[in-house]
C-alpha cells in the first residue's frame, strides 16, 4: 500500500514537471549500427558535439537495450513495442521484401498511434528495414527512402567494376566493395545528407495546424563505412585505438559469436591486418561525425522554426556494432557490444538536463514514454514500460532486467541486470534449456571478460528461474512468424 | 526483264550471276521500309538511354518487332559504316577505313561492291531512296543504276530562335543547338518522311524498296520550335567521370574530340546541346511516325519489312567526348529494329546478344529469298528474329582506323588498337566502360579469347577518294594524336572545368 502510494505520488510528480500545455512535435532520430562510444557515454574517440549537446540538454540512457541486434527485428520490435517473440520476427530477406502490415494487420505501431490522435507523421530516410516494409500510409502520412546508393566516388566505382568482374570471371577479389570510402564532395551526395537536406525543409515548409512526428533515420555508421572526406580529416588515423579485447574471451560457447560474418560480404578478412582495422575503425568514427552534423541541420532548423521548445526529440540506435571487438565486424549477437545502444530523449523544456540513467531499460520502452508524455494511450500491443517514473525516481523499480533475443542454437535469450548478463539456448518449443552463459558486467568496461557459468552456479539458477518466469507468460505470436 | 536491262548498266561481273533470278510474283515479294537514321545513340525509349527522350513512334516500331538491344555499327563514322552497311563489306576487307567521297574513288577499287538497293532492283524490287542512305556525297554514286526513283531533300531557310538555343561565336556549326520557327514544310527531314508518306500512297505493281534517310539528329541541331519546346531544363547529364580517360591509351584518348569542348565549357552549353540532341530525335521520332501511319492506311501494311537503324552512336560528354569517332559504348552501339509483320516469333521481343549492324545485308536477302553475293561480310540474323534468345558466339566488330577495332560481345568489350594498346571492360559491371581492366593480367584469359576474332588480314587503305580523316591509325599514327594533345593544352590553359586529365 505504502508502495504504492509512493508510486502514485512519483507519477503524479512526474507528470507535472513534464507537463505539456499543448502537443508536443516528436523528433525521432534512428542511427544505424552505431554503437554507444559517444562523449556523452564517457568515451572520447568521437567527435560528436551535437549528439553530446542533444545529451546535456536531455537525459542520456546508459544502458539501454535493443530486443534483437539485427536491424529489421529491432526496429520492428521498437516502432510496434513488442519483442520478437510478441511480434513473431525475427529477420529479414533483400529477396524477399514485404510489408510487415500485411501480416500483422491488428498491431498499432508508434507513429500510427500518434497519427490516431491528432499528429502529422512524415519519416525520412531508414525507420523500419525496408526489407520488412516501410508502413507508408500506417504509419506515415507520409514516408520518403530518398536512398543514393552506397557509393559515389569514382574510386569505388573502379574497385566495384574490377571486382564485379573479376567475380564474372569466377576470380575471388580481396575487395568485393569497399568496405571505407572517403571523397571530397558535399554531404548532399549521400544518402543521408540528401535526406537531412529534406528533413530541414520539411521544418522550413511546415504549416499543418496539427502537431508533427518527424522521424529521420540514418543510414551510417553503417557499412560501408562511406563519408564526405571532411568528416574523416576530423580524425588522426595514427591515434585510432585498436580494439582492447581483439580475440574471443575466455568460455565462449561456439554459439556466442555470430556464423554472420558481415565484413566478408566488403572484403577478405584475410587483409584485416592493424593498419587495415584502424582504417575501418577511422572510417566509422567519420560517419558518426558525418551523421552528427546532419543531426546539427536539424536541430538547427527546429530552432529556427522555433519548435525547439515544443518538440520532444529522441535519439536511437538499433544495435551496436563490433570493430574487430573479438576479433568480429559484424553484430547479430546477444552480447553487450551489439545489444547496448545509444538513446537519448531531450524534453522540451530540457527537464533533467544532463542526466545519466543507468537502470538498464529496452527500446521497447519508447512507445510507451512517448504515447505517456504526450497524453496519448498507449496501444495495447505495447509490451514496454513507461520510462517516466524513473526520471523521478532513479531507483524506481520498472522491470528486472532488459531482455534480448537471437534465434541461435535453437532461441537465444539474453538478460541484462544491473551487474550480469545471462544467456540462455533454449529449445523453440519446449524452453527446454541448451546451452548457458553468464557474464558479470563490470560499469568500466561494459564487455565480456569471462563466461563464469561455472563459477556462479546460483546466479545461474536464479537467473534461469527469472527467465523462464517471463516466458510462460510472456507475450508470443502463436501463429507462424513473419517471413523472412 | 527489265532487271537485266539494269544490270547491264552496271559493269561488275559478279552482278551478272547473282542478277539472273526467277521473277518472282509480286504479291510474295515482302516490300522493305528502311529508316536509316543519322548519329541516333541510345537516348531512345525503346532503349532506356535518357529518362527524357521522347519518342513514342519508334517505341511502338520497337514494341511490334525485334529490338535488337546490343546492336553496334561497323565504324562510327558516317562514311565507313554506311559503305559497310550499303555493300556489305567490313572496313577491314574494302580498305574504306575513313571518309570517302566514292565517287572519286579510282575505277576497280569498289567496283566489284553490289549496293543493297540495286541487287533488291535487280531483284524485281522498286526502288526508291531518299536523301542520307549513305554518306551524302557518295549519292549520286550509281544513283541512276541504283534507284528507280531518287530525291535528296534540304531545309528552306530556316530562321534560328537564337535565344532559345546554342549558337556559338566564333560559329562551330557542328556545336549549334536552335530551333527553328519555319512551318514544318521548311525542314527537310519532314520533306523526306512526306516523301516517303506519298510513294506510300500510290499504288505500287512490283515489291518496293524504299529507303529515307533522315538527316538528324545529325548536328546542327536545328529543328521546329515545337519540338524543343517538349525539353525543359534542367536535362538529365549523362554519366561522366571527369578522369574518364587517364586509364585509356593515347590511341584511344585522341578520340575525344576536344576542340569542341572548348566552346562548350566554356559557354557552359552542354545542357543546351543536350536539350537540342533530344528535340532532334523527337522530331526524326515525328517523322518515322507519319511513315508508319502511311504505311498502316495503306494496302503494304501486312506485306512489308520495317527495319530502322543509325549508322552509328553519339557521345554527349561520356568518356569527356562529344559526337562520334570513338570505340566506346557510346558511338558503336544504335537503335536497330527489324519487324517483319508476316509474323516472326520474335516480334515484340528484344534481343540483347551483341549484333553487327554489317549484318543488314545477309538479313535482309534472307527474308527475301535473294541470292547474296560471295563477297558479303556479315550473317543472316533471321535465326534471332525466329528466337531473340539464341546465343551469338561472334562478338560484334566495330573498326576505326586501320588496326583499330573493338571486339563487342554481350558481356565484354574488348578493343586493341593500332600500337597494340588495348582496352577491356565489363559490360555488365561497368555499363558505362569507366574502368579499363585491360592491363590487370587477371582479365588476360578474356583478353585472349577475343583476339581470335580481330582481323587476320586487313586490306590497305584505299587512297584515292579520301575525304575526312580524323583519326590515328596505322597509316597516320601521329597527326590526330598531336591535335589532341594541343587541344587538351588549350582546355587546361583556359582553366576550364572539370580540368582534362591524361596519362
Sequence with gaps: ?484 | MNSILKTLGYTALISIETAIVPKINAQEKPNILMFCVDDMNDWVGFLGGHPQTITPNMDRLASKGVNFTNAHCPAPGCSPSRNSLIFGIEPHNSGLYPFYNINNIEAGVIDSYYPLPLLFRNNGYYTKGITKVWHNPDNAYLQDSTWDEYSSHGDSNIQLIKEEGYYPDPYVKRLVACPGSNPLEDFMDYKNAMQAVDFLDKSHEDPFFLAIGFIRPHTPFIVPKENYDRFQVPIQEPPIKADDLVDIPIAGQSNAQIYVEIPMRRDGAWEKLRRGYLASINFIDDNVGRVMDALDKSPYADNTIIVLWSDHGFHLGEKRTYSKFSLWNEATRTPFIIYDPRGQNGNGLQCDESVGLINIYRTLCDMTGIEVPEYVDGISLTPWLDNPKLEMEKPAMTTWGRGNYTLRSKEWRYTRYFDGSEELYSETCDPNEWVNLANNERFDSIKDEFSKWLPKTEAPQVSSGLELYNVADADSPILNINSFLNNVSKYNAEGLQPPLYIK
Excluded at chain 1, 540528401?194 to 540514418?218: C, H, M, R, W
Aim: proline share 6%; with cysteine; net charge negative.
Design chain 1, 1 to 484: 500500500m505504502k508502495k504504492f502510494l509512493l508510486k502514485a505520488i512519483a507519477v503524479s510528480f512526474t507528470s507535472s514537471l513534464f507537463a505539456q500545455n499543448d502537443k508536443p512535435n516528436v523528433l525521432f532520430i534512428a542511427i544505424d549500427d552505431m554503437r554507444p562510444e559517444l562523449n556523452c557515454y564517457g568515451e572520447s574517440q568521437i567527435i560528436s558535439p551535437n549528439m553530446d549537446r542533444l545529451a546535456n540538454e536531455g537525459i542520456t540512457f546508459t544502458r539501454a537495450y535493443c530486443q534483437q541486434a539485427l536491424c529489421g527485428p529491432s526496429r520492428l520490435s521498437l516502432m510496434t513495442g513488442m519483442h520478437p517473440d510478441g511480434i513473431g520476427n525475427y529477420g529479414m530477406n533483400s529477396s524477399n521484401k514485404i510489408e510487415w502490415r500485411d501480416y500483422r494487420p491488428g498491431v498499432t505501431s508508434l507513429p500510427e498511434q500518434f497519427r490516431n490522435n491528432g499528429y502529422y507523421a512524415e519519416g525520412f530516410g531508414k525507420i523500419y528495414d525496408n526489407r520488412l516494409g516501410i508502413d507508408e500510409g500506417y504509419s506515415w502520412d507520409k514516408f520518403t527512402q530518398g536512398w543514393k546508393g552506397a557509393y559515389s566516388s569514382p574510386r569505388a566505382q573502379e574497385i566495384l567494376a574490377t571486382a564485379d568482374s573479376l567475380i564474372a570471371i569466377g576470380e575471388e577479389p580481396d575487395i568485393i566493395r569497399p568496405a571505407v570510402d572517403f571523397w571530397d564532395t558535399t554531404d548532399e551526395t549521400y544518402t543521408d545528407g540528401s535526406n537531412t537536406k529534406l528533413a530541414v525543409e520539411f521544418l522550413q515548409n511546415y504549416i499543418k495546424d496539427e502537431p508533427f512526428f518527424l522521424a529521420v533515420g540514418f543510414s551510417k555508421p553503417h557499412l560501408p563505412f562511406v563519408a564526405p572526406k571532411k568528416y574523416w580529416d576530423l580524425y588522426d588515423r595514427n591515434s585510432i585505438k585498436l580494439p582492447q579485447y581483439a580475440n574471443v574471451a575466455p568460455g565462449f560457447t561456439e554459439y556466442t559469436l555470430s556464423p554472420y560474418k558481415e565484413i566478408e560480404s566488403y572484403i577478405s578478412r584475410s587483409i584485416i591486418d592493424e593498419d587495415k582495422t584502424k582504417e575501418l575503425r577511422h572510417g566509422y568514427y567519420a560517419c558518426i561525425s558525418y551523421v552528427d552534423a546532419q543531426i546539427g541541420k536539424i536541430l538547427q532548423a527546429l530552432e529556427d522554426k522555433g519548435e525547439l521548445q515544443n518538440t520532444i526529440i529522441v535519439l536511437w540506435g538499433d544495435h551496436g556494432f563490433k570493430l574487430g571487438d573479438f576479433g568480429e565486424w559484424a553484430k547479430a549477437t546477444n552480447l553487450e557490444i551489439d545489444t547496448r545502444v545509444p538513446f537519448i530523449i531531450r524534453f522540451p523544456k530540457k527537464s533533467m538536463a544532463g542526466t545519466k540513467i543507468a537502470t538498464p531499460i529496452e527500446l521497447t520502452d519508447i512507445m510507451p514514454t512517448l504515447c505517456d508524455f504526450a497524453n496519448i494511450e498507449t496501444p495495447s500491443n505495447a509490451e514496454g514500460k513507461s520510462l517516466l517514473p524513473l526520471l523521478c525516481d532513479q531507483n524506481a523499480e520498472l522491470r528486472p532486467f532488459a531482455l534480448t533475443q537471437y534465434p541461435r542454437n535453437g532461441m537465444a535469450y539474453s538478460i541484462r541486470t544491473q551487474k550480469w548478463r545471462y544467456t540462455e539456448y533454449v529449445d523453440k518449443n519446449t524452453f527446454e534449456t541448451r546451452e548457458q552463459e553468464l557474464y558479470l558486467i563490470r560499469d568500466e568496461i561494459l564487455m565480456e571478460e569471462e563466461n563464469v557459468e561455472d563459477l556462479y552456479p546460483e546466479e545461474v539458477a536464479r537467473l534461469s528461474k527469472m527467465l523462464h518466469d517471463y516466458l510462460e507468460t510472456a507475450p508470443r505470436w502463436d501463429g507462424p512468424a513473419i517471413p523472412y
